[in-house]
């Protein structure tokens, strides 16, 4: 199974800071790397799907980047509704595999 | 607009069965597959498996192999999801979620909209 990584695992951040989450691949995926948002309580929401690609309706702030089997998110300049949890995922190879979550607090 | 419309929650003994459906609306139900995916408390996402609404082809993940039985019926544009033999390591929220693929009908995919969740408790 192609295993992610995420870091950090919890991140601490303020309203208006630039923020970066990084997903390390154990393989390469040719960048089918996807980003979600889960609110708790909350299912789980697609914010950029092929490393880099928005979904509809999600704000610019996010993006998305890769390097070789490095894939990062990055929100540009936090809100206060961006506090959640995050997830990576490939679907390049079964199974479908997830990144273990970074929690965004505010600080 | 695209929905998904879980069944309710669930409260079932240790090695009994559970099934969970997923009502899809509001798009072309067979030119997308379904996900299913759990959720254990406090815990991350985790992938259980997968049904072409096209043609019923299922991919489950290994750890689920023989327990796991995921059907599609296009006539009620509904996915049902049925786990057997549960423990208490089953008890999470279970999510259905439509699979928009890159190409064709099949991996890679992203999952653009997912249905409410469904909890399922196990105990005895």
């Known amino acids: 199974d192609i295993q992610l990584t995420q870091s950090p695992s919890s991140l601490s951040a303020s309203v208006g800071d630039r923020v970066t989450i990084t997903c390390r691949a154990s393989q390469t995926i040719s960048g089918f790397l996807n980003w979600y948002q889960q609110i708790p309580g909350k299912a789980p929401k697609l914010l950029i799907y092929g490393t880099s690609t928005l979904q509809i309706g999600v704000p610019s702030r996010f993006s998305g980047s890769e390097s070789g089997t490095d894939f990062t998110l990055t929100i540009s300049s936090l809100q206060p509704e961006d506090f959640a949890t995050y997830y990576c995922?490939?679907?390049?190879?079964?199974?479908?595999?997830f990144g273990q979550g970074t929690k965004l607090e505010i600080k | 607009q695209v929905q998904l419309v879980q069944s309710g929650g669930e409260v079932k003994k240790p090695g009994a069965s559970v099934k969970v459906s997923c009502k899809a609306s509001g798009y072309s139900f067979t030119k997308y597959g379904i996900n299913w995916v759990r959720q254990a408390p406090g815990q991350g996402l985790e992938w259980m498996g997968w049904v072409s609404s096209h043609n019923g082809n299922t991919d489950y993940a290994q750890r689920f192999q023989g327990r796991v039985t995921v059907t599609t019926d296009t006539s009620t544009r509904t996915v049902y999801m049925e786990l057997r033999s549960l423990t208490s390591d089953d008890t999470a929220i279970y999510y259905c979620a439509r699979t928009n693929s890159f190409a064709g009908n099949n991996r890679p995919w992203f999952s653009d909209y997912w249905g409410q969740g469904t909890l399922l408790i196990v105990s005895s």
């Open positions: 995922q490939q679907t390049y190879n079964s199974p479908d595999t």
